[in-house]
């Protein structure tokens, strides 16, 4: 079993030609509202990729949450420790994706931050239950803190997206299996500027000595960078015209989460992923873009390198 604690939005998304500048107002192309949230789509496509998948979340009492805990059960997410707050609504992200396939997001968290510590004991069934722990910053860092705390406590292997970007404390750093953040949220984690392989490899080796024991800094279309203590990685990644990046990084890491639960070794996990997140960019959508594993199994892309 593998368990994620994060988010749950309904993602709002407008397709656009260009991104709009400050105080210009442009007409849209299409309109969809599409499940989404970093948690959802992390154990989304856990469950498409044919892993066993719960989640740990709050949503709003209100359609939008009704809507995405639907969602998730259809593609067999166990949404049993989904709690709803009856005094927020549920989280919502607003969307434009323009015609390069480039996206730009404003997240409004709603119950997402409604989630405490005390949610998380009267859930640690769930965490007892998942070898393997995944969580991301869209619910309250705290929160965050005291489930990686118990996976740690628990003997689980934990994972760690930090989006969106943020400085954590050394006490969470410490709690953490598998860090995987792109080239900014490295940077703010490590508090390096980064504009090359060699600096990437320098910042992760920053939180390496803070108990991390091992990065994936993802690269977009450059592919993504392994480093441990001892070793470091490129792995290239596909080239595929990309329709739309949301929920690329999250693809990627489900993919990385239910290839090392079924055992893989590192290496074939994140090609795995890598396969997974080219996929993702082919469609549209968050959770509607995901892959399942027989389109996985069928990919026949070409690396970029």
Do not use: C, H
């Not at 995944?134 to 740690?152: H, M, S």
């Amino acid at each position: 079993m593998i368990t994620v604690l994060g988010s749950l939005n309904m993602d709002l998304v407008a397709n656009v030609r260009v991104m709009p500048r400050i105080g210009e107002t442009l007409i849209g192309n299409a309109y969809k509202q599409v499940p989404g949230g970093k948690g959802a789509n992390q154990a989304d496509a856990i469950a498409k990729l044919g892993g066993k998948v719960q989640i740990i979340g709050m949503v709003g009492d209100d359609s939008f949450g009704r809507d995405l805990k639907e969602s998730l059960n259809r593609d067999r997410v166990d949404v049993r420790y989904i709690k709803t707050d009856r005094n927020t609504p549920t989280g919502i992200a607003m969307i434009m994706v323009n015609d390069e396939g480039d996206n730009s997001i404003v997240v409004v968290p709603g119950a997402n931050f409604k989630l405490t510590p005390k949610d998380i004991d009267d859930s640690l069934e769930a965490i007892e239950e998942g070898e393997i722990v995944v969580a991301q910053l869209e619910t309250p860092i705290d929160t965050v803190r005291y489930t990686l705390k118990k996976a740690k406590e628990l003997g689980k292997y934990s994972i760690l997206n930090p989006a969106p970007a943020a400085r954590l404390d050394d006490e969470l750093i410490g709690y953490i299996d598998l860090l995987i953040p792109n080239e900014t949220e490295l940077e703010v984690l490590s508090g390096k500027a980064i504009e090359s392989e060699l600096d990437i490899i320098s910042a992760a080796k920053i939180l390496i000595d803070k108990g991390v024991k091992e990065l994936i800094v993802t690269m977009g279309d450059k592919g993504s960078l392994y480093i441990n203590g001892n070793e470091s990685r490129i792995y290239p990644a596909y080239r595929v015209k990309p329709v739309d990046t949301t929920a690329a990084g999250d693809s990627f890491i489900g993919g990385i989460a239910v290839a090392l639960w079924q055992g893989k070794t590192m290496e074939e996990s994140i090609q795995f992923a890598t396969k997974v997140g080219a996929l993702t960019v082919t469609k549209e959508g968050a959770q509607s873009s995901l892959p399942t594993l027989k389109e996985v199994e069928d990919f026949k892309g070409l690396n970029q390198g």
